[in-house]
């Protein structure tokens, strides 16, 4: 369950940055903290970990149009 909650967190932390960004601003608060591109590439790391550790049927599953 701790996994998922920070894989969900991630997630959300990813949307978040991506939100800012095309609102014009690299830093931005998300749950208390301050967050900027290199903790963005953080949980887009922990991301792209986790994809990887659950293999190719996991990750047709997340992208749209295959699977």
């Known amino acids: 369950m701790r996994l998922r909650r920070s ?3 991630a997630r959300r932390l990813v949307a978040a940055f991506e939100a800012a960004v095309a609102e014009g601003r ?13 903790v963005v590439e953080a949980e887009r790391s922990i991301l792209a970990r986790a994809r990887a550790a659950a293999g190719p049927a996991r990750e047709a599953q997340e992208q749209p149009g295959t699977g």
Not at 26 to 38: E, K, M, N, Q, T
């Open 7 to 9: 894989l969900l967190s």
């Open 26 to 38: 690299g830093l931005f608060v998300f749950d208390g903290r301050a967050i900027d591109l290199p």
